[in-house]
């Protein structure tokens, strides 16, 4: 029985080489479908990294469009854009903060705040403002500031009766 199995496989190999022998296009193509296989399965590998890599993508696309509306909405980027969200109560500021027309300035009297403003320059009112009078200012800057006052300040001692 060794003997036949033997017999066996040789004739198997031998059937199969002169198989080989005889269909050399049937061997080309085998090699031609495994190298299309190796194709088919590294652009499979390839085209299924490429739609993870876009779905990755398009969640970060989603996130960042996500975290710009939000923060639009707080209001995170209203310096950037040179709008103010506090429009709605810029009424109520403007009234607390806009210089008044008038000042009683001590010493001198009522004055007009606007021509103050216009006829002397910023040193000459903070010598105003420091002395309380008008004594540290220059013939030239007295008769501007002559021009701003709108009612004199009354003397202390022409009210008061002197007392003895």
């Known amino acids: 029985m060794a003997l036949k199995r033997k017999s066996v496989k040789r004739e198997v190999r031998a ?8 269909k050399p296009i049937s061997l080309a193509t085998f090699a031609i479908r495994q190298k299309v296989s190796k194709v088919l399965t590294l652009s499979a590998v390839s085209s299924f990294l490429s739609i993870v890599f876009h779905i990755i993508w398009i969640l970060i696309g989603f996130f960042v469009i996500w975290f710009l509306i939000a923060n639009l909405r707080l209001g995170a980027f209203d310096q950037l854009m040179g709008t103010q969200k506090s429009a709605q109560t810029a009424p109520q500021d403007t009234t607390q903060t806009q210089a008044p027309a008038e000042a009683d300035v001590p010493g001198i009297g009522r004055l007009n705040v606007a021509c103050v403003q216009k006829n002397l320059d910023s040193t000459a009112i903070s010598k105003i403002v420091q002395d309380k009078s008008d004594k540290s200012l220059t013939d030239a800057e007295k008769k501007k500031l002559a021009e ?14 002197p007392k003895q």
């Open 15 to 22: 059937d199969h080489a002169t198989a080989q022998k005889d």
């Open 148 to 161: 701003c006052v709108v009612s004199q300040e009354s003397t202390p001692a022409a009210s008061a009766s």
